[in-house]
């Protein structure tokens, strides 16, 4: 069984990660959905939350699961025997970050792959950071997330409003 790894701060999930998870969902007979908890990056979700919308999003997905973590991706790999890392990209700077990355992780752990998935053309301009800026000044944001995380983005800028 080949097992890929999609890992991720999924702040806040997006229809792009969900074409990954889509695409690598025919492709592979596991996908993790790795949620990665940095103490050190600010997120806007909690990790519950993130768990918990991508959850939802994924549930159809009779093979792809959810796990939230605090390490090194390749220890995840190590840990669950994962072979297989995925990378969505939308840009040549994406590549470039990327590349960087699957170099370090090459030596972490040599048995662990990093194979980079572009996205489609109508999701390049979808930004988590560019998805939470027009959220936070009550925009559109319909076509950059599905609708349960649009309705927590709203829910959370109305929170901070207060």
């Not at 596991?30 to 940095?38: A, C, F, P």
């Not at 973590?69 to 995925?86: R, S």
Request: glycine share 4%.
């Amino acid at each position: 069984m080949t097992t890929a790894v999609f890992p991720g701060s999924f702040d806040p999930p997006t229809y792009g990660h969900l074409n990954i998870i889509e695409r690598a969902s025919r492709l592979f007979d596991k996908i993790d959905v790795l949620i990665s908890v940095n103490p050190d990056k600010k997120c806007l979700f909690t990790e519950k939350e993130r768990f918990n919308m991508i959850s939802e999003l994924t549930k159809n997905y009779k093979n792809v699961t959810v796990h939230c973590w605090n390490k090194l991706v390749v220890d995840y790999c190590k840990q669950t025997g994962a072979k297989v890392l995925l990378r969505g990209i939308r840009n040549s700077m994406d590549f470039s970050y990327e590349f960087d990355l699957s170099l370090l992780n090459k030596s972490l752990d040599s048995d662990v792959e990093t194979l980079f998935v572009p996205t489609e053309q109508k999701f390049f301009l979808i930004r988590s950071s560019s998805i939470k800026e027009v959220a936070r000044y009550n925009g559109d944001v319909s076509a950059m997330v599905p609708p349960v995380v649009a309705e927590e983005l709203r829910k959370k800028y109305c929170q901070k409003a207060d």
